[in-house]
């Protein structure tokens, strides 16, 4: 037996939902209610948390699993009374609730709609509450003599796997093809990668990419006579990622030497851009500290000079006399006079603070 528990806000969605015909088998038991159909026990819950209006999730959906096995041993009065024991270990006495038995599935399940709010308006703590269900799950379960959800859990096949000689030999057989595919094919880089793929798949290994929900790559599965093998059981260098590091060593090894290459070196190796100029002498605003420091300005030929007119006349005329020029005097003594009036200000601030 395994149980679930969980806060919600949507009683009435989740009433309707326990109650949907084709889904409901069986009224189990209520607490603390007088109504049988959805709607009147939602009413009934609603007026005892309507006294607490600062808490959100008001209701408990409580899901309770039985394994197959157990079904042909559990009578109407036996699932009646789990469900009141898993209610009464949950600390639900003082609460209203509901339990169903549902059909729509084959393993026979039971729901519990709580209210989170007590008769007495204390607040139901849901701190570890799906924990404690599942505690609460396996001590009923031992009680009962019931199936156990960890002893399930435990029972995966690929944990049985030494228990199946058929699916052993396949898997030693998956490990010593990839392995020498792998040694024959990993100093070749991106395109030994490639050739390790093709003789996976010369060899009738199948190779299946694994996605999460989002749609990304996590990891890959390896499947070989009719078996079927995650990459961690074939070796650890066989998943998604270490086999991209282990074939990209070009550029894993490029990526190194310049991390550890120093700075002067580095700059040898840039080549210069001779096009554009390395110190732009009108935006620059380094001083030289001594006489000898000065920058070098270079001089301009005439040559360069004739050339440069004739290029911008040669564009002039192209355009066709769309560009006029300008007589900007106007602004230019606006500019100064504004100029002159700041520097008198300045000049009557800076009196004030003499010695």
Not at 36 to 61: A, G, H, Q, W
Not at 199 to 221: A, D, V
Not at 280 to 298: M, Y
């Amino acid at each position: 037996m395994i149980g679930k528990c969980k806060a919600i806000a949507h009683g009435s969605t989740a009433l309707e939902y326990i109650f949907r015909e084709g889904k409901f088998g069986q009224n189990l038991v209520s607490n603390n209610l007088c109504g049988t159909t959805p709607k009147e026990i939602y009413e009934e819950m609603r007026m005892v948390n309507d006294y607490n209006s600062r808490c959100r999730n008001k209701f408990l959906r409580i899901e309770i699993g039985i394994a197959p096995k157990d079904e042909s041993r559990l009578s109407f009065t036996s699932v009646r009374n789990l469900a009141s024991n898993f209610a009464r270990r949950m600390g639900l006495d003082d609460h209203q609730w509901v339990a169903v038995t549902h059909k729509d599935t084959d393993n026979m399940h039971i729901h519990i709609i709580a209210n989170r709010i007590s008769l007495y308006g204390s607040v139901y703590d849901t701190t570890f509450v799906s924990n404690r269900a599942a505690r609460v799950a396996e001590e009923l379960s031992r009680k009962y003599g019931l199936t156990i959800a960890k002893e399930i859990k435990a029972e995966r096949k690929y944990q049985k796997a030494k228990a199946n000689p058929a699916r052993e030999t396949a898997k030693q057989q998956v490990q010593k093809i990839c392995h020498a595919a792998f040694e024959k094919y990993r100093e070749m880089g991106r395109l030994g990668h490639s050739l390790f793929l093709y003789e996976l798949h010369r060899s009738s290994i199948g190779i299946e990419r694994m996605k999460n929900k989002q749609g990304k790559i996590y990891g890959l599965k390896f499947s070989y006579g009719g078996h079927t093998f995650k990459a961690s059981e074939i070796g650890r260098k066989f998943g998604y990622h270490s086999l991209q590091k282990n074939f990209d060593t070009d550029d894993l090894t490029e990526g190194k030497q310049q991390a550890s290459s120093p700075p002067q070196e580095m700059e040898k190796k840039r080549p210069l851009d001779t096009d554009r100029p390395l110190v732009f002498l009108s935006h620059s605003s380094c001083t030289p500290s001594s006489a000898n420091d000065k920058l070098q300005v270079p001089q301009t030929t005439g040559s360069t000079v004739e050339t440069a007119m004739s290029i911008a006349g040669e564009v002039l005329a192209g355009l066709g006399g769309i560009v006029t020029p300008q007589v900007h005097g106007d602004d230019y003594a606006e500019m100064a006079w504004q100029r002159r009036l700041r520097n008198q200000v300045n000049k009557k601030k800076k009196r004030g603070r003499g010695l």
